[in-house]
């Protein structure tokens, strides 16, 4: 009905009376014409100015844009080198640090022995001289004098330094799997024990092996830390101790440890520096580019060149008083701990160098650039620029003219359009449709109870009564969508206030300052309120009680019975007559569900204790997913032979209790179905094995961030799919009694 009158109104307002016809279309012609031979007059008059224009204004722009890409690029090139030789000197401290930390450990742990000999047992070590030994075992190694006047005496202090034997190999093997490390201690009272002195295969000894002739007090390592009497890095050096790691250069570092009478001897590590070595070899910029580390007494202890002053060399040279004065000066700055940069004059090359301290040595990073590499780098960037401006002339100029002559075919299109238009211009019906355009605009405007009052006696005022109408029928309409957006909205907020009520109930502070335990929890309901839950209390001191269960369905029902089964499984084992029998619990909590249960809801649970004193967990699993346990660093499910029914489906069901023991570092993961059965864009299943992949990877992290993985994994597989199920989770780890 609506779209017919338009019609007819749109024809009405086509045809018109011939008067106002033929004035309009010579009015139109007229001024079309003359508009457009003005326009094409001063386009033509202006576009040769504006081409000029644009010649020299490019040209100018060309000049300055190209000087200024060069001062830009070099300034950006200097900026960039600067940062790179800090970054690169922070990761050589921060990779030397670690190194010097854990010297220290190694050093504070050596004393700790020595100053509570009270303490430990006498320690077993092997000798290489009496026998074999087997790979990666640490042994002792006696001084020439020690074996002249007897091991015996000195077996008493052998026997308390072996406490730390147990420490060496691991330490050592942070360092060692792709090149050569050691980690040993040398005694004041001429003995070392070291852990990779025979790697390999079980070593068997000659008489003349000079690792049995080793005297750790004569040697450098030794007797810098004893001098500087704290830790300190040695020099590269090559190792003679073993055929298979006979000249390979390290760099060691060395702390004192003490006894009760002061100096006890001297720990150190031994780390290969070819990894060190590569690092400079890859960093180098450009063809001709260098990287060397200087000491700060000048020396050059590492470079990436072979030949020149930079080079290393058996009799090295102080750079601070090089015949070079910028090298001199640079030099100079280097062994003060400052960063800087400088151009240098190398070898007959011109070089840009940067440089910056590597500050827990005491050493400094050079990195050097060739200023033929960095000029030719920014003249390409100049050229490449200019080229560019005189292409955007080029295309300038041809937009112009494209652009001039889609004007000219945009006014005489335009032109007729307007002729066989015209009659729409009639005054007939423009002043009653400016009417209607005004009070439709304030009808848009909000204002529902404005009435378009026209008396054309035509289409037109069909079309304002038209318009009326449909004004009282936005209106109510408007009002019925106030008031469902108004209920929906109360609801909206109804279901706030129980989610928020539900998430109180569940325990919210995780045991933090227990050190018996760690424990995590996490729900994340597939609605405003779910039906999984979990709880976790202490009965007493040594007792920890855990649950996880998942109610049939979903919303405020499966909410509602959620906090019915909660309330009863927690009252049942704090009034339970014998704490360990949860299998009783269970049966009375099933009955407890099973009466008045008119809704026919169920509820998995699966509920446990913990003793904390001996590490034996107490559980029952009435019908719900089987738990992972940690068993020697690896997840395995927890399955019964028989499985259980649900709580609320069967009021005679009868329950067992089992019984497993989790060792120190070991933990149980709990978890409704809302993990394993998480669904993906293509409807596949998250699944068991993919949950114990997960949890297998996860190392020796704490419950929290164990949990937090594997939701993050959860969500990556399920990507942008809708979460189907409540995702709940539970992790405890048994950290030993205190």
Not at 347 to 369: C, E, H, N, R, T
Not at 527 to 540: A, E, I, L, N, S
Request: charged residues 25%.
């Amino acid at each position: 009905m609506v779209r017919g009158d338009f019609l007819r109104i749109l024809r009405n307002m086509v045809c018109g009376q011939a008067s106002i016809r033929g004035r309009l279309l010579r009015l139109l012609v007229a001024s079309s014409l003359l508009s457009a031979l003005v326009f094409a007059g001063l386009s033509f008059y202006g576009i040769t100015f504006v081409s000029r224009d644009i010649a020299d204004m490019g040209n100018q722009l060309s000049e300055s844009g190209a000087e200024y890409t060069k001062q830009y690029i070099n300034k950006t090139s200097k900026d960039t080198l600067a940062g790179l030789v800090k970054a690169e000197a922070g990761y050589l401290d921060h990779e030397m640090a670690k190194l010097q930390h854990d010297v220290r450990i190694l050093s504070d742990a050596l004393t700790w022995i020595q100053c509570h000999p009270d303490h430990y047992l006498p320690g077993s070590i092997p000798d290489p001289h009496n026998g074999k030994v087997p790979p990666t075992v640490p042994c002792v190694i006696y001084s020439p004098d020690v074996r002249q006047r007897g091991i015996e005496t000195v077996q008493r202090e052998v026997a308390l330094t072996a406490n730390i034997s147990g420490t060496l190999a691991p330490m050592e093997k942070t360092y060692g799997d792709s090149s050569y490390s050691a980690t040993y201690c040398g005694s004041k009272y001429g003995f070392l024990i070291c852990s990779s002195v025979f790697p390999g295969d079980a070593y068997s000894p000659m008489s003349d092996d000079p690792a049995l002739d080793y005297d750790p007090r004569i040697r450098p390592w030794y007797e810098n830390a004893i001098k500087a009497n704290k830790a300190v890095f040695s020099l590269p050096y090559r190792t003679i101790l073993t055929e298979e790691h006979n000249n390979v250069e390290v760099i060691s570092c060395s702390a004192p440890y003490y006894d009760a009478d002061g100096i006890a001897g001297v720990a150190s590590l031994d780390m290969a520096t070819e990894p060190l070595r590569g690092y400079l070899r890859d960093s180098v910029i450009g063809e001709k580019g260098m990287n060397f580390i200087m000491s700060d007494t000048g020396r050059v202890v590492f470079s990436t060149v072979q030949e020149g002053v930079l080079a290393e060399s058996d009799a090295p040279k102080d750079l601070r008083d090089s015949d070079v004065p910028e090298l001199a000066q640079a030099a100079r700055q280097m062994a003060e701990g400052e960063s800087g940069m400088m151009p240098v004059e190398i070898d007959g090359g011109k070089y840009m160098l940067a440089f910056s301290p590597i500050s827990i040595m005491g050493w400094s990073l050079g990195i050097l650039v060739s200023q033929d590499d960095m000029t030719s780098s920014i003249q390409e960037s100049q050229n490449y620029f200019m080229g560019q401006m005189d292409q955007f002339k080029a295309d300038l100029q041809n937009e112009y003219l494209f652009l001039l002559k889609m004007s000219l075919l945009v006014l005489f299109i335009m032109i007729a359009i307007m002729f066989f238009l015209s009659e729409r211009l009639s005054d007939r019906f423009v002043k009653p449709i400016r009417q209607m355009a005004e009070g439709v605009r304030e009808i848009a405007g909000g204002n529902l109870d404005k009435k378009l009052d026209i008396k054309t006696g035509d289409e037109i005022e069909h079309l304002a009564v038209c318009f009326n109408a449909m004004t009282e029928d936005l209106k109510a309409y408007i009002d019925n969508l106030s008031q469902v957006m108004a209920e929906r909205e109360k609801a909206a907020a109804e279901l706030s206030v129980a989610k928020n009520i539900q998430l109180g109930a569940l325990p919210q502070e995780f045991l933090t300052g227990c050190q018996e335990f760690q424990i995590y929890a996490s729900m994340d309901a597939a609605k405003g309120v779910g039906g999984d839950f979990y709880d976790f209390y202490q009965t007493d001191e040594k007792h920890l009680v855990i649950t996880i269960a998942d109610v049939s369905g979903k919303g405020i029902p499966a909410a509602l019975f959620m906090m019915r089964a909660k309330t009863a499984l927690k009252n049942l084992v704090l009034m339970a007559k014998d704490p360990d029998d949860f299998a009783a619990v269970m049966m009375l909590a099933n009955q407890e569900l099973c009466r008045e249960n008119e809704e026919m809801m169920f509820v998995t649970v699966f509920l446990a204790q913990l003793n904390l004193a001996t590490g034996e967990l107490i559980y029952v699993n009435g019908g719900h997913n089987p738990p992972l346990v940690q068993e020697k660093g690896r997840f395995r499910y927890l399955r019964d032979k028989k499985k259980h029914a649900m709580l609320g489906v069967n009021e005679e069901e009868v329950y067992e209790s089992h019984h497993l023991v989790l060792q120190p570092g070991e933990m149980i993961f709990l978890y409704t179905d809302g993990v394993t059965e998480a669904m993906n864009e293509a409807g596949d299943m998250y699944s068991e094995d993919r949950l114990r992949a997960t949890l297998n990877g996860q190392g020796e992290k704490d419950v929290r961030k164990i949990l937090a993985a594997v939701r993050k994994d959860v969500g990556a597989y399920a990507g942008e799919a809708e979460q189907s199920d409540d995702i709940t989770m539970l992790g405890l780890k048994y950290c030993g009694y205190k």
